[in-house]
């Protein structure tokens, strides 16, 4: 039997050995998740947008597990290289300015989605690799002219972490803990835990980002205290109200938006800057991949520093040349600049505080602490606006990048413990069905304490109507098609009768990390079964099962609409 420093390790498990080493062909573990021992520790882990982060406990006390490189957080990123070699983590964001179409980033923002979706269509063209569709209708992407699911790519990231936790703890990891933005829908969620299983990782529980932030913060302190957490990460901004009773942390009061986070800041400072240069040169950079790269890790940089500069130069030498002269890219941008093209993003968190105590009836007074999570807490403006906006500076007191994975570290490592911790966790956003006409009607509301069962008693619409179909959104707009699209609940063999003759009962169950399950029960015949919700639908197939229009308004905030283009003149 293979060995990991000593210890004996299941050889289903070793598919996945030495990912960042070349290899010839990549094997995902195929196995069903009982498959999997329920023996070894369970590890912590954050799936960031930008970056991942593992964390374990160790004699009592939580710790971050350091990459192979000696940093304690790994780029989310995935590579391929000129030679076809496998890369993750480090050595596939090294090698990311001279290969961009073969490095995928940010993959988190399309996990759980559909290619055709309105939000994939919208924004697929803003990465530097190609995304395309699955047999399935999935969203995945096509490197080293191999194509990948979206969660064949997080199972990589995945098993580099397992990978690296497991040479640290010296033995073998089989269990894990993973948290998501708390404003991930439904399948989201399940495609977390599908990149979990495709990594060879039982996954114990998903638990919501900043309710993992709330564990760093008051796990074993024995506070108790209303708290926001305002978490701010690479790709997706989460605002939550929990109420922490010693070891009791209950979230009454959850929203987000899973399209705004540090990657739409450098956007817009992206989006400036490459303007700029087309005013001062008539030079389009956005075909030219390569050079879009160097701008994007100039900007990303300049970014940073102006967190604790007054001002900073974009220096970009030799960018193009254009009749044999160089053309160097040289900007200055001061930190007042910047907050003023971002002043919107950051208004926008908080208008989401300002929706999720609302959705309580809570007062600005009501909040006895604001947690920052997320490496764009680290922003200036934030601090400012949200010392202004809730009279008292924010609580600084937990790392930004790593206090989910310690928060889920603390989880795992109270399971079967007598004092375990206990989550209460809430539904981010309604579910619900789509009815004739287009209208969305919620089943589940925003804000239920989790785990959750209601049941919605529906009727055939048709004379002889043998198989009910039934849409199923997750939204908070009364028109379905502005929703997210879960699946359309298909349930046959219903016997010829009148309209309305035959009623069905459907159980909508919501388990405690928000994953749904259906189950249906004809009233007339007694005949019950789970149903398995079919995706394949198209955005046209649903206005035509609906009979309803398509939305015309934009799916995506204003940061995320392409600007007019050519620029103006100034």
Known sequence: MPTLQGQAVNPTMMQFASLSSHREEL???????EDIPLTGPIIGIDLGTTNSCCAIVEEGRPKVVPSRFGYNTIPSIVAFSDEHELLIGHPAKNQMMLNPRNTVYGAKRLIGRKYRSRIVQLIKDRFLYSIVETPQGGSAVHIDEKTFTLEQISALILSEIRDIAQEYLHQPV??????????????QRQAVRDAGLLAGLRVERIVNEPTAAALAYGFGRGIQQRLLVYDLGGGTFDASVLEVDKDVFEVISTGGNTFLGGVDFDNTLIDHVIRDFYR????DLRNDPIQMQRVRDACEKAKCDLSMEKRTRINIPYLLQRGGKPIHLEQEITRDALNS?????????????EAVMKARELKKEDIDEVLLVGGMTRMPLIHERLTAYFGKPPHRNVHPDEAVAIGTALLAHSFGKKNAVRLIDVLALPIGI??????????????????????????????NQTVLELPIFQGESQNALENEYLGTLRLAGIQPAPKGAHKVELQFKLSNECLLTLRATNLQSGQSESVVLSTKDTPDELSQQLNAPKPESSPLPAHQRPLPWPPPAR
């Open 280 to 283: 001062e040169t008539q030079i």
């Open 174 to 187: 089989h269990r894990a803990v993973i948290s998501v933005p708390a404003h991930y829908n439904d399948q």
């Open 27 to 33: 094997l995902f573990f195929q196995g069903k998740i």
């Open 341 to 353: 093209l971002v002043k919107g993003l950051v208004e926008e968190t908080l208008r989401v505080c």
């Open 434 to 463: 789509g009815l004739p006409g287009g209208r969305f009607v919620p089943v589940i509301a925003a804000n239920t304490p989790l785990p959750f069962e209601k049941n919605f008693v529906t009727a055939t619409t048709r004379d």
